[in-house]
């Protein structure tokens, strides 16, 4: 049995722990052989809370010549499990054939399940390009566990077991993940060969016409283009219009920042900014970032914010959110939404 690492969740975050680097668990392939990978949650009483579907991923380690992750729903991955907790390993790569495993996931303190016998009792698991996760849907109901010995102080270590029937052939050359996202960045914020200025507000930012023109077909017009003074931007934050192209370059979710003074009200600074944010997305046709802010918008959905969401989601044109919105709304009683419609 060998050690594949330990991912720590506090506060429903992954916390980061350099030292443990996945490739110092990357061992040898050899079949039969016998890994364990260890899930620390906590402050769970904070982590429950989160929505049916909301996920939580573990750090990524090798272990049998493959790389490999934890998936954790502390409220079911699926409607049907809501109320459950949802545990997955999952196969954090391309395989060209499938990876036999035999997997088994219990509580630290469940040594009865942690032997080999047991774990090769299931049946193992075909881990490939189209079936990359395996795992418990119902590994164990909330309420279930608030009852158990496995909670202690709030705290809770998921024991996953995992043999691999079929190795991978031995990897001498190992190939890092692709850094393109943070030398874009890295241009992004040097400004090296920058050669087109734009004013919102009182601020100016300064970025690449090839790069914009490439991601959003409403900057494709000035990549010919000869401009030398800077482009006014009107009715837009400069904070939420810096966001947006921080986004064209690296493809991440942009950081929450304050934009105007809207926000009175604790969790209001994150809707506000969620709303600028996906204003300035539909305005320049960036769908990925758009649908991204209305599943973080879908997350705030509550009596003092629905109108206002709702508003938002008809105003851009966002079908889901505006259907979650409905759907919220569906389950309130007719005194509370008498009450909503007296106040917006």
């Avoid at 009865?112 to 698991?125: E, F, P």
């Avoid at 849907?137 to 998921?158: A, M, R, Y």
């Avoid at 009182?202 to 490439?214: D, G, K, P, V, W």
Wanted: proline residues 2%.
């Amino acid at each position: 049995m060998s050690f594949a690492g330990v991912s720590v969740v506090a506060d429903r975050r992954l916390l980061n722990r350099p030292s443990m680097a996945s490739v110092i668990y990357s061992g040898k392939a050899s079949s039969g052989s016998w890994w364990y990978h260890l899930l620390v949650v906590q402050g769970y009483s904070c982590t429950k809370d989160l929505p049916n579907g909301g996920r939580i991923k573990g750090r990524s380690f090798r272990a049998g010549g493959y790389r490999w992750v934890l998936e954790f729903y502390p409220n079911g991955d699926v409607r049907d499990t809501a109320g459950f907790m949802s545990v997955y390993l999952v196969l954090d790569q391309h395989v060209a054939r499938s990876v036999k495993v035999h997997c088994q996931f219990s509580f630290i303190d469940e040594l009865d399940k942690q032997v080999n016998r047991c774990i090769r009792a299931s049946r193992a698991r075909d881990f490939c390009a189209n079936n990359r996760a395996w795992g418990r849907s119902q590994f164990i109901k909330q309420e279930d566990l608030e009852k158990s010995v496995h909670l202690k102080d709030d705290c809770f270590t998921i024991w996953c077991d995992f043999i691999i029937a079929e190795a991978a052939a031995t990897t001498f050359i190992e190939v890092p993940p692709s850094n393109v996202c943070e030398h874009l960045n890295h241009l992004f914020a040097t400004k090296v060969g920058a050669d087109v200025t734009f004013k919102v507000g009182h601020e100016t930012f300064s970025a690449h016409r090839n790069i914009l023109a490439a991601r959003s077909a409403v900057f494709g017009p000035m990549k010919e283009g000869t401009t030398t003074g800077a482009i006014q931007i009107q009715d837009m934050e400069p904070n939420a219009f810096n966001a947006l192209l921080g986004f064209i370059y690296t493809d991440l979710m942009p950081k929450v920042m304050k934009v105007g003074g809207e926000a009175e009200e604790v969790g209001a600074d994150e809707v506000t900014w969620l709303r600028h944010l996906l204003a300035a997305a539909d305005r320049f046709d960036l769908q990925r970032l758009k649908l991204m802010c209305e599943g973080r918008l879908s997350e705030h959905i509550n009596l003092s914010s629905v109108t206002v969401i709702l508003g938002l989601a008809a105003q851009h044109h966002c079908r889901g959110l505006k259907e979650a919105c409905l759907e919220f709304l569906k389950v309130q009683s007719a005194a509370i939404l008498g009450g909503l419609q007296l106040t917006s």
